[in-house]
Nanobody, 120 residues
Framework: QVQLVESGGGLVQPGGSLRLSCVASGSIRNINRMGWYRQAPGKQRELVARITSLGMTNYADSVKGRFTISRDNAKNTVYLQTNNLKPEDTAVYSC??????????????WGQGTLVTVSS
């Protein structure tokens, strides 16, 4: 079974930082694009940041200059470093990945989500 598992969420004060991690496990041949999305209460899910297998990135305007996405292909892991957090960053953050399995199936996977709460 191929799955994504996130970690690193929690409660942080405004201006603080958190590092989110997402590990892909299972029978994986390769992982193409990986990304982080978030959904705040009462709002639609939105893209936060994405990164290709070659390291090309794009970010939502609201997080540019504060968040950094990176990946370790050897560990099938994607990270999201979040700095200068604001209350409006409060949301459930979910990992997304485009995975090719050892049996050559292409899958789009989602993690279970990790809650980030920014509050004083």
């Amino acid at each position: 079974q191929v799955q994504l598992v996130e970690s690193g969420g929690g409660l942080v004060q405004p201006g603080g930082s958190l590092r989110l991690s997402c590990v892909a496990s299972g029978s994986i041949r390769n992982i193409n694009r990986m990304g982080w999305y978030r959904q705040a209460p009462g709002k639609q899910r939105e893209l936060v940041a994405r990164i290709t297998s070659l390291g090309m990135t794009n970010y939502a305007d609201s997080v540019k200059g504060r968040f950094t996405i990176s990946r370790d292909n050897a560990k099938n892991t994607v990270y999201l470093q979040t700095n200068n957090l604001k209350p409006e960053d409060t949301a459930v953050y979910s990992c997304n990945a485009e995975v090719v399995t050892m049996s050559w199936k292409s899958l789009e996977l989602w993690g279970q989500g990790t809650l980030v709460t920014v509050s004083s």
